[in-house]
């Protein structure tokens, strides 16, 4: 088991950058894969970014080239670095761990993009 804990969201303006965190309860060294997701109220929970234990990455095509993802397992603590914003970001963001065939989520953090 684990608990996912996000930080780091907040309202920043159109074109603005962010940066989110996710801290996980035990070592991250062995979850093979992490992930952040977005939702927006009456939308389904979708893929933002993806990375493997052996740092290799996915990015949905929305973000791509804007969004950086990363880990850092001496810290267990999953990132989502996010430059060029644009309103239709705005979502509540979660992370997400994948381990023995179960997932297990954050509780989410606000992202809001508006002038």
């Known amino acids: 088991q684990v608990q996912l804990v996000e930080s780091g969201g907040g309202l920043v303006q159109p074109g603005g950058s962010l940066g989110l965190s996710c801290a996980a309860s035990?070592?991250?060294?062995?979850?093979?894969?992490m992930s952040w997701y977005r939702q927006v109220p009456g939308s389904q929970r979708e893929l933002v970014a993806m990375?493997?234990?052996?740092?290799?990455?996915y990015y949905a095509d929305s973000v791509k080239g804007r969004f950086t993802i990363s880990r850092d397992n001496t810290k267990n603590t999953m990132y989502l670095q996010m430059s060029s914003l644009k309103p239709e970001d705005t979502a509540v963001y979660y992370c997400?761990?994948?381990?023995?065939?179960?997932?297990?989520w954050g509780q989410g953090t606000q992202v809001t993009v508006s002038p």
């Open positions: 990375i493997t234990s052996g740092g290799t990455t």
């Open positions: 035990r070592s991250i060294f062995s979850i093979s894969t």
């Open positions: 997400k761990a994948g381990i023995d065939f179960r997932d297990y």
